[in-house]
T-cell receptor, first 113, second 114 residues
Framework: GEDVEQSLFLSVREGDSSVINCTYT??????LYWYKQEPGAGLQLLTY?????DMKQDQRLTVLLNKKDKHLSLRIADTQTGDSAIYFC?????????????FGAGTRLAVHP | NAGVTQTPKFRVLKTGQSMTLLCAQDMNHEYMYWYRQDPGMGLRLIHYSVGEGTTAKGEVPDGYNVSRLKKQNFLLGLESAAPSQTSVYFC?????????????FGPGTRLLVL
């Protein structure tokens, strides 16, 4: 089953900020990831955050991590039509080599003019 | 660098037929993975490999077999396809300890089993 939870759909106006939320279950997860999937394409890594960080910023992307609540968010500033895609949150479980990723079901972001 | 490539891109099978999906990576990654993606669900791990000659079961391994004879290739086999195996299949690779141990994905193979 899916232990990583995401809302399924988000609609925003072009130029506004988008915030995609995710909750995960394993407090020992070391890395948390955001992947983007455009129609008919594979998953593209957007960014990741190590569990000892609260925030990571990369150009228009800001990732916030609340370990106490096991909550992860992705904020996209100045959202553009090219940002329309499905966004997957994933947590890394396990240690000592094997990198097991648990994915959420994905949030479909629709950007309208 | 081509990254991770998958062949074929699309295939239609009849129930009971067999096929092999090929994944290749040119990043010298140790780990390789096969996932399936179904509507409304996240990716689920089928099988994975932590090195040449080794394979292990993931979350949904039944009906699939894999082989990792060469470090750069990871093959996924369906011996007797079933309609429940209609899905999009993604291969990924990663290297331990590198860049957040990020997994890099191929473009996917769409499989339809009739």
């Amino acid at each position: 089953g899916e232990d990583v939870e995401q809302s399924l759909f988000l609609s925003v106006r072009e130029g506004d900020s988008s915030v995609i939320n995710c909750t995960y279950t394993d407090s020992s997860s070391t890395y948390l990831y955001w992947y983007k999937q455009e129609p008919g394409a594979g998953l593209q890594l957007l960014t990741y955050i190590f569990s000892n960080m609260d925030m990571k910023q990369d150009q228009r992307l800001t990732v916030l991590l609340n370990k106490k609540d096991k909550h992860l968010s992705l904020r996209i500033a100045d959202t553009q039509t090219g940002d329309s895609a499905i966004y997957f949150c994933a947590e890394r479980r396990g240690s000592g080599g094997y990198n097991k990723l648990i994915f959420g079901a994905g949030t479909r972001l629709a950007v309208h003019p | 660098n081509a990254g991770v490539t998958q062949t074929p891109k699309f295939r239609v099978l009849k129930t009971g037929q067999s096929m092999t999906l090929l994944c290749a990576q040119d990043m010298n990654h140790e780990y390789m993975y096969w996932y399936r993606q179904d509507p409304g669900m996240g990716l689920r791990l089928i099988h994975y490999s932590v090195g040449e000659g080794t394979t292990a079961k993931g979350e949904v391994p039944d009906g699939y077999n894999v082989s990792r004879l060469k470090k750069q290739n990871f093959l996924l086999g369906l011996e007797s396809a079933a309609p429940s195996q209609t899905s999009v299949y993604f291969c990924a690779s990663s290297t331990p300890g590198g860049g957040g141990e990020t997994q890099y994905f191929g473009p996917g193979t769409r499989l339809l089993v009739l």
